[in-house]
């Protein structure tokens, strides 16, 4: 005998379960339950990697719900406009590099072990975070989005000037007699300050450089752009640290 059922109604066969609502298919995957603050940390990241990628212009508050996996009015909720969460993204960028400085410059020892430190903190950014190295490398110098990384950038070289200054204080002693001979007094420690802060940029923008070229080319091993940066850097430091100059052209 064959039993009819009304097409709408609901199965109460025994040992017959239904299936919960996110087993159907194309049903949405439940959202996790995040803490305000775990959650603003995975939206940065998802922002990061859009900005990074897409760049500034072309990235839409979707595309980072989207990478997110959270819908745009909740990304909303944590940040009123693009221009808020690119600032935000800003900022957690470069807390996070300088995060990590004073530890790398803390342990250093020496003035070349605080550029080999340097370099390798900038490899590890590129390596570990490319998505940041391209956020930096992108909107730097734009006049309009790149403040807040200006400052970061004007944070580290001050930090960077006042270490290398300090690793002028050896040769001050030589310094002093070679300038007693030639009738001039020694620099002031502001002076050396001063020089160290002029070298400082040359140095960090040829590091800038490699490090872009490097995110373009990450078929070369990054021992030997390590290697480079630090000869590069370092060999010409040293031999302006000891006092040799080129003749100026008049």
Known sequence: ??????????????????????????????????????????LLDAALQEFGNR????????????????????LYQHFASKEELFAAVTEHVAEGFMRRLPEVLGTAGDALGAWRGVVALLCDLVTERPESWALVARHLDNPELGAPLRTLREQIYEVLAKVLASYYAPKQETGAQEAGAQGDAAPSDEEVLTRARL??????????????????????????????AVDFGWLGLDRIRQGERLPLVK
Request: net charge positive; glycine share 8%.
């Open 1 to 42: 005998m064959c039993c009819t059922h009304d097409a709408g109604a609901t199965s109460t066969l025994v040992g017959v379960s239904q299936p919960s609502p996110q087993h159907l298919p194309g049903a949405a995957p439940p959202r996790r339950r995040l803490s305000s603050q775990a959650r603003r940390r995975e």
């Open 199 to 228: 070298l400082i940029p040359l140095l960090v923008g040829a590091l800038h450089g490699l490090m872009s070229w490097w995110l373009e080319h990450p078929e070369m091993p990054r021992a030997v752009v390590e290697e480079r």
């Open 55 to 74: 760049g500034y212009y072309l990235t839409q508050m979707e595309h980072v719900a989207a990478t997110a996996g959270v819908s745009k009015a909740l």
